[in-house]
């Protein structure tokens, strides 16, 4: 374990975090004296700066606020170790949980996960959403996402680098790195933790940035396996168009111009997904 410590780096994208991060920073580094610690200060209007620096943080600055996904991108450009670890800068993560998540990763994983258990959803309805993510994500990948949302992970830092360009700004990056790494074959597995309620106001806004979860996922379901969309969707179309073709057949004994439509939808987008699955494939070929 020393050796995977003295090649980490742990970032804490930060935006007017000034009441949390002092004590956040100041906990991991008396956990972890030889990890790197970066706070990423993403156009903070408040102390944040000041505050993550005299806790014995390296800070990046952005000039203006680009978002949780980009503050995280810049982060994983900046680090030199070959681990890094995500994590809150609210005090919502304990870094106790960090050396569980490396624990982990030792044992042959590229990505861990911290999967919150009951009792960490900030309220039900997110709760209930995330619940939603996670079953959806499942049929997409083909394997148990236990935690899609989860900011609090780590991994190995040249294979996350693969996926900078994927990841949006916003707050979906663990959606996007997530089954971003299940599609190119990397493993990841799930450590439960318990997440505390953050210090401070949240900067999510659970309707829109709900929705923008879900377009997420959807983004990165045609990317990881198309056809999983598109197919049953085909199939639908081509089971109306069955059941209308019957219906009329049978009342005025003849083919009508719906169901060639509906029959005509069907290929058309099942086509669509084929050739989406090729080009997915051609994507995460390997270069080498």
Same mark, same amino acid.
């Given at each position: 374990?020393?050796?995977?410590? =003295?090649?980490?780096?742990?970032?804490?994208?930060?935006?007017?975090?000034?009441?949390?991060?002092?004590?956040?920073?100041?906990?991991?580094?008396?956990?972890?004296?030889?990890?790197?610690?970066?706070?990423?200060?993403?156009?903070? =209007?408040?102390?944040?700066?000041?505050? !993550?620096?005299?806790?014995?943080?390296?800070?990046?600055?952005?000039?203006?606020?680009?978002?949780?996904?980009?503050?995280?991108?810049?982060?994983?450009?900046?680090?030199?170790?070959?681990?890094?670890?995500?994590?809150?800068?609210?005090?919502?993560?304990?870094?106790?949980?960090?050396?569980?998540?490396?624990?982990?990763? #030792?044992?042959?994983?590229?990505?861990?996960?911290?999967?919150?258990?009951?009792?960490?959803?900030?309220?039900?309805?997110?709760?209930?959403?995330?619940?939603?993510?996670?079953?959806?994500? =499942?049929?997409?990948?083909?394997?148990?996402? #236990?935690?899609?949302?989860?900011?609090?992970?780590?991994?190995?830092?040249?294979?996350?680098?693969?996926?900078?360009?994927?990841?949006?700004?916003?707050?979906?990056?663990?959606?996007?790195?997530?089954?971003?790494?299940?599609?190119?074959?990397?493993?990841?597995?799930?450590?439960?933790?318990?997440?505390?309620?953050?210090?401070?106001?949240?900067?999510?806004?659970?309707?829109?940035?709900? /929705?923008?979860?879900?377009?997420?996922?959807?983004?990165?379901?045609?990317?990881?396996?198309?056809?999983?969309?598109?197919?049953?969707?085909?199939?639908?179309?081509?089971? /109306? !168009?069955?059941?209308?073709?019957?219906?009329?057949?049978?009342?005025?004994?003849?083919? =009508?111009?719906?169901?060639?439509?509906?029959?005509?939808?069907?290929?058309?987008?099942?086509?669509?997904?084929?050739?989406?699955?090729?080009?997915?494939?051609?994507?995460?070929?390997?270069?080498?």
């Amino acid at each position: 374990m020393n050796s995977l410590l =003295t090649a980490l780096s742990i970032i804490l994208p930060a935006k007017n975090e000034s009441a949390a991060i002092g004590a956040t920073v100041a906990g991991i580094i008396a956990l972890l004296p030889d990890a790197e610690v970066i706070v990423v200060n993403d156009g903070s =209007t408040d102390n944040t700066l000041e505050v !993550a620096t005299a806790a014995g943080a390296r800070v990046v600055s952005h000039p203006y606020s680009k978002g949780n996904g980009a503050a995280i991108k810049t982060g994983a450009r900046a680090a030199t170790g070959e681990i890094i670890v995500f994590m809150d800068a609210d005090g919502q993560h304990d870094p106790a949980d960090i050396p569980r998540l490396l624990a982990r990763l #030792e044992e042959g994983h590229d990505m861990v996960v911290g999967a919150r258990q009951k009792g960490s959803q900030a309220s039900v309805g997110r709760g209930i959403a995330n619940k939603f993510y996670n079953r959806l994500a =499942t049929y997409m990948t083909g394997h148990t996402i #236990e935690d899609l949302t989860s900011g609090f992970r780590a991994v190995r830092a040249s294979k996350f680098r693969e996926f900078l360009y994927l990841l949006p700004n916003g707050f979906s990056y663990p959606t996007t790195s997530t089954m971003a790494f299940f599609r190119a074959g990397y493993s990841v597995s799930y450590v439960p933790i318990h997440a505390a309620q953050r210090i401070g106001k949240s900067h999510i806004k659970l309707v829109k940035d709900g /929705m923008r979860f879900l377009l997420i996922i959807f983004k990165i379901g045609t990317l990881y396996s198309p056809l999983k969309l598109f197919a049953p969707l085909a199939g639908l179309l081509f089971g /109306m !168009a069955t059941l209308w073709y019957g219906y009329t057949f049978v009342d005025a004994g003849r083919f =009508t111009n719906m169901s060639a439509l509906l029959y005509t939808g069907s290929v058309m987008i099942f086509l669509m997904g084929l050739i989406s699955e090729q080009i997915t494939a051609l994507m995460y070929k390997d270069e080498g």
